[in-house]
């Protein structure tokens, strides 16, 4: 399982439909969730050496900045695609069912 999305609420439930549910406070989120965690990932080179978890590492931010350039990942993203420097302020639910 890999979950990349943005979005104002997002629902991570198992067959008995019991899990957690993430809600914005505000604007949007963005959520991913993996098997992994963020250390392996860092170290592993290929995806066949991750080891499925036992558990999800799931991931919420406000926002993110772009991540490459038009035509190479060694290109910094367009100005458009940047975050400022400032003070950025965000919130988020997290409920049981």
Same mark, same amino acid.
């Given at each position: 399982m890999l979950i990349d999305a943005i979005c104002g609420? =997002?629902? =991570?439930?198992?067959?008995?439909?019991?899990?957690?549910?993430?809600?914005a406070a505000g604007n949007t989120l963005s959520v991913?969730?993996?098997?992994?965690?963020?250390?392996?990932?860092?170290?592993?080179?290929?995806?066949?050496?991750?080891?499925?978890?036992?558990?999800?590492?799931?991931?919420?931010?406000?926002?993110?900045?772009?991540?490459?350039?038009?035509?190479?990942?060694?290109?910094?993203?367009?100005?458009?695609?940047?975050?400022?420097?400032?003070?950025?302020?965000?919130?988020?639910?997290?409920?049981?069912?």
């Amino acid at each position: 399982m890999l979950i990349d999305a943005i979005c104002g609420g =997002f629902l =991570f439930s198992d067959d008995a439909s019991e899990g957690l549910s993430f809600t914005a406070a505000g604007n949007t989120l963005s959520v991913s969730a993996w098997p992994y965690d963020q250390q392996e990932l860092e170290e592993t080179t290929h995806n066949y050496q991750l080891k499925k978890r036992d558990y999800i590492v799931v991931n919420i931010d406000d926002k993110m900045m772009g991540v490459g350039g038009d035509n190479s990942w060694g290109l910094r993203p367009m100005d458009k695609y940047l975050l400022k420097s400032g003070e950025y302020r965000y919130g988020f639910t997290i409920k049981g069912k």
